[in-house]
């Protein structure tokens, strides 16, 4: 394959593959994050926020599986090769989350929604792009720098399989495998998840998607000559980089996240149509307008800060079980509460 194309191209279209599937999970099998979470607050019903559970458990269970087959090195992810922060899951977390809900959507969402012909989503997802390569490298680089430190290399294996590895003798892989089967075996035990096929089918893609991208961005990384990073999906800096490069495409090179992204809203625009949703869409309160841009700004830099969006963290970060995808998950899910009451239901006691 890569006798026909480039490296970044390889990786490219191996992040539109994932994304492609990430944007009819969106718009057919209605997999969002922030409606997981509405479901379960507001309406009792916990469907959606089980789609999740099917996808990190079928996700770790193919990336250890992966690894198992030496398809994959685990200490190249990038989130096992960094060392890992709490204090980033934590003040990235909840700032996503309580952006997310401003907002109405995360970025993986918008994305799904312009694909659907919203353009309020369109402002969204740029205006996150843009606040994520701010707090990346741009005026908001050097406080994020100095309130969290710079990235280093990891000086351990922060996974939670390899914890169960030293207090098992169990190899990490195995550990892995059977911690991602635990995971998907609780999820079914939902009787009305077993009654909702659709509702398992779009679990198990968005989950077969994230395999994919480590499996893509590592085949390339080992085949190839360039220092490829090996990455699966997240919605944050990818939109920024997009964005850069249709700006920049003749200096700059495409990347899985650009793929990635426009893998997201081609398979949105597909579902969309396919279900008769498309429709174009516009904002005509100036309040929800501007709320929305807040929310934006507050994902792009959350996202940075947590290293991963609700699908970086949520089920890439995941899948490899590293120890921050379920303490930034769950402050997701904070933040997103937190914002979710005050615009339902206000602050007042």
Known sequence: MLDLVSEPIAVALVGLVGGLLLGLAARIGRFCTLGAIEDLFYGENTLRLRMWGIAIGLSVMGTFGLAAAGLLDLSETLYLSRQWNPLES?????LFGYGMALAGNCGYGALARVGGGDLRSLLIVLVMGISAYVTLGGPLSSLRIWMFGASEQASNFPTFAQLATTLTGISTEVTGI?????????????KTLRNSPSHVFW????????VLGWAGTYWVASNGFDATAVVSHTFSAPIGETMLFLMTSSGNSISFGTGSVIGVLIGALIGSLYMGHFRWESC???RELR??????????????VA??????????????LSYSAPL????????AAVGLKQLILGFAP
């Open 90 to 94: 934590i003040f990235g977390g909840l």
């Open 178 to 190: 059977i911690i991602g089967a635990v995971i998907l075996a609780l999820t079914l035990t939902s």
């Open 307 to 320: 290293v991963g969006c609700s699908v970086g963290q949520g089920l890439s970060a995941f899948s490899v």
């Open 203 to 210: 679990g198990a893609i968005a989950g077969l998607a994230i």
């Open 328 to 335: 930034t998950l769950l402050c997701i899910m904070v933040g």
């Open 291 to 304: 709320r929305q841009i807040l929310g934006a700004a507050f994902m792009g830099t959350g996202a940075v």
């Open 284 to 286: 005509d309160d100036p």
